[in-house]
C-alpha cells in the first residue's frame, strides 16, 4: 500500500462518487471523515463506491485532517474535496513521484476552479496550488488555524504539473454560505491570535482585497464573473472583521 486518498465531507452524496471514481487506480484506499452532522447518503454512496467511512464530530478543518492522517494507513496521503477530481495527468504524475526514493515530503496541486460553468483565470482562483499531497509521517496541522489550513512538512514541499479539478460554486446561495462561513472562521483565527478590530480594517482590508485580486492577480480576465468574484471576496474581509467585533474574549474557540 503506498497510497491512501482522505475527504473531509459533509453532505456530500451529490459529489462525493465523482471524487472517488477519479481516485480508481490511484489510490490503495479512499478513507471519508464524514462529519457527525450530516444528514443526506453520503456515507451509503461512500460505502458503495469502496471508501471506509469514519463518522466524527466537527471540530474544525486542520483538527480534521489530523484526525485523516491518523486515519490513512499508506505513507502517502492525497487530500481531496468532494467537489474535486484528479485529471489523468496528475493520477500518472502522483504515482510516478511516490515510487521515488528519495522524493519531497510533499507537493504542491494546481487546481482548475469551476464557478458557475466558468473555469476562471486569474483573481487568484488559477494556479491555485494547494498542498495536498503529503508523506504522511512528515506531515501535521496546526489546529489554530481554523480555516485555509496548509500541512506543516518535515522536509522540503515540490510542486507538480498535473491539475485537480474544483467545482467549485454552482449556485449564489451556495457561494454566499460558503463565504460567510470562511468569514466567521476567518474572525475566530484572529480573536485567538489576539487581533482587535480598527476603524480603518472596514476600509482598507476589502480595497486592498480588490486591489490584489482584481488586479495584481488578473481577476479582470475572467470578465462579468470576475469582477463579481473579486468584490464579493473583497466584502468579506470586511464582515471577518464585523465579526471580529463581535466576538468577546474566550469565545474564539
Same mark, same amino acid.
Given at each position: 500500500?503506498?497510497?491512501?486518498?482522505?475527504?473531509?465531507?459533509?453532505?456530500?452524496?451529490?459529489h462525493?462518487?465523482?471524487?472517488?471514481?477519479? *481516485?480508481?487506480? *490511484?489510490? /490503495?484506499?479512499?478513507? #471519508?471523515? *464524514?462529519?457527525?452532522?450530516?444528514?443526506?447518503?453520503?456515507?451509503?454512496?461512500?460505502?458503495?463506491?469502496?471508501?471506509?467511512?469514519?463518522? #466524527?464530530?466537527?471540530?474544525?478543518?486542520?483538527?480534521? =485532517?489530523? !484526525?485523516?492522517?491518523?486515519?490513512?494507513?499508506?505513507?502517502?496521503?492525497?487530500?481531496?474535496?468532494?467537489?474535486? !477530481?484528479v +485529471?489523468?495527468?496528475?493520477?500518472? @504524475?502522483?504515482?510516478?513521484?511516490?515510487?521515488?526514493?528519495?522524493? /519531497? /515530503?510533499?507537493?504542491w496541486?494546481?487546481?482548475?476552479?469551476?464557478?458557475?460553468?466558468?473555469?476562471l483565470?486569474?483573481?487568484?482562483?488559477?494556479? /491555485?496550488?494547494?498542498?495536498?499531497?503529503?508523506? !504522511?509521517?512528515a506531515?501535521?496541522?496546526? @489546529?489554530? =488555524?481554523?480555516?485555509? +489550513?496548509?500541512?506543516?512538512?518535515?522536509?522540503?514541499?515540490?510542486?507538480?504539473?498535473?491539475?485537480?479539478?474544483?467545482?467549485?460554486? +454552482?449556485?449564489?446561495?451556495?457561494?454566499? =454560505?460558503?463565504?460567510?462561513?470562511?468569514?466567521?472562521?476567518?474572525?475566530?483565527?484572529?480573536?485567538?491570535?489576539?487581533?482587535?478590530?480598527?476603524?480603518?480594517?472596514?476600509?482598507?482590508?476589502?480595497? !486592498?482585497?480588490?486591489?490584489?485580486?482584481?488586479?495584481?492577480?488578473?481577476?479582470?480576465r475572467?470578465?462579468? *464573473?470576475?469582477?463579481?468574484?473579486?468584490?464579493?471576496?473583497?466584502?468579506? @474581509?470586511?464582515?471577518?472583521?464585523?465579526?471580529?467585533?463581535?466576538?468577546a474574549?474566550? +469565545?474564539?474557540?
Amino acid at each position: 500500500m503506498q497510497l491512501s486518498a482522505a475527504i473531509i465531507a459533509r453532505d456530500e452524496a451529490r459529489h462525493i462518487a465523482g471524487c472517488i471514481d477519479s *481516485l480508481v487506480g *490511484l489510490a /490503495d484506499e479512499v478513507v #471519508v471523515l *464524514l462529519d457527525d452532522r450530516t444528514r443526506d447518503d453520503t456515507a451509503a454512496v461512500c460505502v458503495a463506491c469502496g471508501a471506509r467511512v469514519i463518522p #466524527v464530530p466537527w471540530r474544525g478543518f486542520p483538527a480534521q =485532517r489530523s !484526525r485523516a492522517l491518523a486515519s490513512c494507513r499508506a505513507p502517502w496521503v492525497l487530500f481531496i474535496d468532494a467537489d474535486e !477530481r484528479v +485529471e489523468p495527468d496528475l493520477a500518472a @504524475e502522483i504515482r510516478e513521484v511516490i515510487a521515488r526514493p528519495h522524493a /519531497d /515530503d510533499g507537493y504542491w496541486i494546481p487546481r482548475h476552479n469551476i464557478f458557475f460553468g466558468q473555469t476562471l483565470r486569474g483573481g487568484g482562483w488559477y494556479p /491555485d496550488r494547494q498542498l495536498r499531497l503529503l508523506r !504522511r509521517a512528515a506531515a501535521h496541522y496546526d @489546529e489554530g =488555524r481554523l480555516v485555509h +489550513e496548509v500541512a506543516q512538512l518535515g522536509g522540503g514541499a515540490g510542486t507538480l504539473r498535473g491539475h485537480l479539478t474544483h467545482h467549485n460554486i +454552482e449556485k449564489f446561495g451556495e457561494f454566499w =454560505r460558503k463565504q460567510t462561513d470562511y468569514a466567521l472562521a476567518e474572525a475566530r483565527t484572529m480573536a485567538a491570535q489576539g487581533r482587535q478590530t480598527r476603524a480603518r480594517n472596514f476600509i482598507g482590508a476589502p480595497a !486592498r482585497a480588490l486591489w490584489r485580486r482584481y488586479v495584481a492577480l488578473g481577476g479582470w480576465r475572467d470578465g462579468p *464573473l470576475g469582477l463579481f468574484l473579486c468584490a464579493a471576496l473583497a466584502w468579506f @474581509e470586511l464582515v471577518s472583521f464585523a465579526f471580529l467585533l463581535l466576538i468577546a474574549p474566550g +469565545e474564539a474557540s
